[in-house]
């Protein structure tokens, strides 16, 4: 999408080097040559950032830490860095290493420099163990040298903050950011080994691997000083009386900032957007400090895995980046899609799926989210009038009967240590499945291409899961049973539950390999005509 103004063949005569070289500057022109931010943030809020080499850059254009004029930027983020040092050697006071005068190690003096050495050893040991459990499956954060910038990043924050200090779940924003970083970071050092000379020095400079640090201070800082409220230390439930007959509970009343907004997104917006759903979760008397506390103090960062994260933050900073107010209505968003489960279950499921998230497009959140944020610029997604209008009379009669079915096609496991490659066979799946559940029903059961094409999705499904004993390949084997799935909760298959991959045992797989010894290119079992032509017809 970046390249598109750039004609590879002109490039004949150089070497691939210099290719490699000219297309990344073009990505830096299409993204930073603007002549207004908007243009950006619509770039961001479109997910157009997913494979971008400088999101970092991005980010701290959108959050402000950047000038709109690029002319500006070197002085900016100078700026910070030499702040960022000011800070780390105010902070880093080693009595071992000065003279401390009549101040000894067992002074209780307020200002006695021992005792505040002694405090500051205790806070970092408290950091490190939350830094040393910062996504195990990611073995970029298992270096020692990351976790001690993580600990350096989030002490110097908490002594800049003595208001707030350290809270647990500070380590989950900071270590996107990190990563973030470090990819640009990445990319820059592969297109220098090619050819440094035509790299531009803004590039150059911007994007300093010495300066990975006191850059990603810069942006913790400033997305900390718009949440900071989540992390109020006083969290306990609201329990304002509501003129409504679903109110069922009270509790202590508290002033904390972040349960006044998870009151607000659940008596202000979820009442307005989906009162069905509303009435269903007062009634289970769930409460939203259960749940909520950590989808907000980590931005969504338990819900989703990390390349949708980072989509989402990039829609977050680019909308609302002085108050993150897309944050409120991503909250609902994630609430409404999933309501078909949540209007089925009893209150153990309810948090069950509220605090195991299931994988939804995330694309989706987004769209809905715009939409509830601006209705006159954002449309409403499809799905979710889909979802609005399923059978929920029968389902609440169910519930109000005490007869709930629990969900019996999905089983949960905790979230198994993901790789690069386990990301992208699932994000794989979930897509064939989506689309799967959109052509299933529109698809008439007479044809048998069409159909047989469907069943290939199916199976293609069951190959791309990142577990074994599902499906293996080029073999009928029947499914493991004792191996939990988990599965996508799409809105286009309500009724049935989530949409699984028929049983192996079920599947000739004969659309996956040729017949022996033939030459035939034409592959068994695969439709001969176009099923989408035959249908027009």
């Known amino acids: 999408m970046f390249y598109s103004d750039v004609d590879e063949n002109s490039f004949v005569d150089d070497n691939s080097q210099n290719v490699s070289v000219r297309l990344y500057e073009t990505e830096w022109t299409y993204l930073f040559n603007i002549t207004n931010i908007d243009e950006l943030r619509v770039t961001a809020i479109k997910a157009k950032l997913r494979t971008s080499r400088f999101r970092s850059v991005c980010w701290r254009l959108l959050l402000e830490i950047l000038p709109p004029d690029s002319s500006e930027w070197l002085m900016a983020i100078e700026k910070y860095r030499s702040l960022y040092e000011t800070i780390k050697s105010t902070h880093y006071n080693d009595p071992h290493t000065q003279d401390s005068g009549p101040d000894d190690p067992l002074s209780q003096d307020e200002d006695s420099i021992w005792k505040q050495y002694f405090k500051d050893i205790e806070l970092k040991k ?108 006083n969290d306990f439930i609201v329990s304002a009386q509501k003129p409504t007959k679903h109110v069922k509970t009270t509790s202590s009343t508290c002033d904390s900032e972040v349960v006044q907004k998870l009151s607000k997104i659940r008596d202000t917006m979820l ?74 279950s009893d209150n153990t499921d309810c948090l069950h799926y509220l605090m195991r998230y299931p994988h939804v497009d995330v694309m989706t959140v987004i769209e809905y989210a715009l939409h509830m944020f601006d209705p006159k610029i954002y449309i409403l997604p499809s799905v979710i009038n889909s979802l609005k209008h399923d059978k929920s009379d029968n389902i609440k009669s169910n519930i ?31 897509k064939l499945t989506q689309y799967h559940s959109i052509l299933d029903p529109a698809v008439p059961i007479h044809n048998k291409e069409a159909r047989q094409a469907l069943t290939g999705m ?12 599902i499906i293996e390949m080029g073999k009928d084997v029947v499914r493991s049973t004792t191996t939990p799935i988990e599965t996508l909760l799409t809105p286009e298959t309500p009724e049935g539950g989530p949409l699984l991959p028929p049983p192996a045992s079920a599947i000739t797989m004969k659309v996956f390999r040729k017949t022996e010894n033939s030459t035939d290119s034409q592959i068994q079992g695969a439709p001969i005509k176009n099923p989408l032509k035959q249908m027009k017809r």
């Open 458 to 469: 199916l199976e293609l499904c069951g190959m791309l899961s990142s577990r074994q004993g």
């Open 400 to 430: 109000t009967e005490h007869h709930v079915e629990r969900p019996k096609l999905i089983s949960y496991v905790q979230r198994p240590n993901r790789n690069a490659a386990d990301d992208l066979l699932e994000l794989c799946r979930i």
């Open 126 to 233: 408290i950091i490190e163990q939350d830094v040393i459990r910062t996504s195990p499956e990611v073995e970029y954060f298992g270096t020692k040298k990351i976790r001690n910038i993580m600990i350096d990043i989030l002490f110097c924050y908490s002594r800049e903050h003595p208001d707030l200090s350290y809270r647990q779940g500070m380590h989950e924003i900071l270590a996107p950011l990190l990563f973030v970083l470090h990819c640009d970071h990445q990319a820059l050092l592969h297109v220098l080994e090619q050819s440094s000379s035509d790299v531009s020095d803004l590039i150059q400079k911007i994007l300093d691997p010495a300066f990975l640090e006191a850059d990603a201070y810069s942006l913790f800082n400033i997305i900390m000083e718009i949440m900071k409220d989540y992390y109020n230390i």
């Open 271 to 344: 009442t307005k957007h989906d009162p069905e759903l509303y009435g269903h979760l007062l009634d289970l008397d769930i409460s939203f400090t259960t749940f909520g506390l950590r989808w907000l103090r980590l931005l969504f960062g338990g819900e989703f895995l990390l390349i949708d994260l980072l989509v989402l933050w990039d829609a977050i900073f680019a909308t609302s980046p002085q108050d993150f107010a897309l944050v409120n209505h991503i909250f609902v968003a994630m609430l409404v899609l999933i309501r078909i489960q949540l209007l089925k």
